[in-house]
């Protein structure tokens, strides 16, 4: 299954776009991309998810380049109850994702 | 729509002590998942279940058991409780387990162990 790797952290001001970035350069053909994000105290919630076009929601939207090797979730405008810890996963079964630490971010208001 | 209900959400445990946490899905999805998650660690996989019946080792099964007999339950039980198991447990449901189908957590269990 597709390693992925995210930053740690990112920071971003309150109504202001945001663009949280993710390599998963060991994707296979049929791997969907999930994001997920946890606010504090909380279980994870999805956002959104795609396989090989680009997709919206009215949560977030979420670009995924051509050869699927990275992809990137946009916020259109961050708000502070966006503050959380956002997790890229790729996998062709849950049974075996491995969520890492995912991208804390913090909101500035 | 309850969605993925896990209890207690708090419990304080003795070393050596057993007990089991419950996770009740009311989505009729066929996967239900158990994973601990701990600071700076992320999550990681306790066990899975594919159907009723059925469960299968995660990636952190030692320590652990799980009993899948109804479709709706998906219970963890902790035989002779441990200090390393202190953390947060949380309970996933999916319909599926891959491609477009995603997962619905609970709001966590929190277990210390003394």
């Known amino acids: 299954d597709a390693k992925t790797t995210q930053p740690n952290s990112m920071e971003s001001n309150e109504e202001e776009p945001v663009h949280l970035p993710c390599n998963h350069s060991?994707?296979?053909?049929?791997?969907?991309i999930h994001w997920y994000r946890q606010l504090p105290s909380q279980g994870p919630e999805y956002v959104i998810h795609?396989?090989?076009s680009n997709v919206n929601n009215r949560m977030a939207s979420l670009a995924i380049a051509e050869d699927r090797k990275s992809s990137t979730l946009i916020l259109h405008r961050a708000t502070l109850r966006d503050a959380a810890v956002y997790y890229c996963?790729?996998?062709?079964?849950?049974?075996?994702?491995?969520f890492g630490i995912g991208t804390k971010l913090q909101v500035i208001p | 729509n309850a969605g993925v209900t896990q209890t207690p959400k708090f419990r304080v445990l003795k070393t050596g002590q057993s007990m089991t946490l419950l996770c009740a899905q009311d989505?009729?999805?066929?996967?239900m998942y158990w994973y601990r998650q701990d600071p700076g660690m992320g999550l990681r996989l306790i066990h899975y279940?594919?159907?009723?019946?059925?469960?299968a080792k995660g990636e952190v099964p030692d320590g652990y058991n799980v009993s899948r007999l109804k479709k709706q339950n998906f219970l963890l039980g902790l035989e002779s409780a441990a200090p390393s198991q202190t953390s947060v447990y949380f309970c996933?449901?999916?319909?599926?387990?891959?491609?477009?189908?995603?997962?619905?957590f609970g709001a966590g269990s929190r277990l210390t162990v003394l």
């Open positions: 996933a449901s999916s319909n599926t387990g891959v491609g477009a189908n995603v997962l619905t």
């Open positions: 060991t994707i296979s053909g049929t791997d969907y």
């Open positions: 795609g396989l090989t």
């Open positions: 996963i790729s996998s062709g079964g849950y049974q075996k994702v491995t």
């Open positions: 989505m009729n999805h066929e996967y």
């Open positions: 279940s594919v159907g009723e019946g059925t469960t």
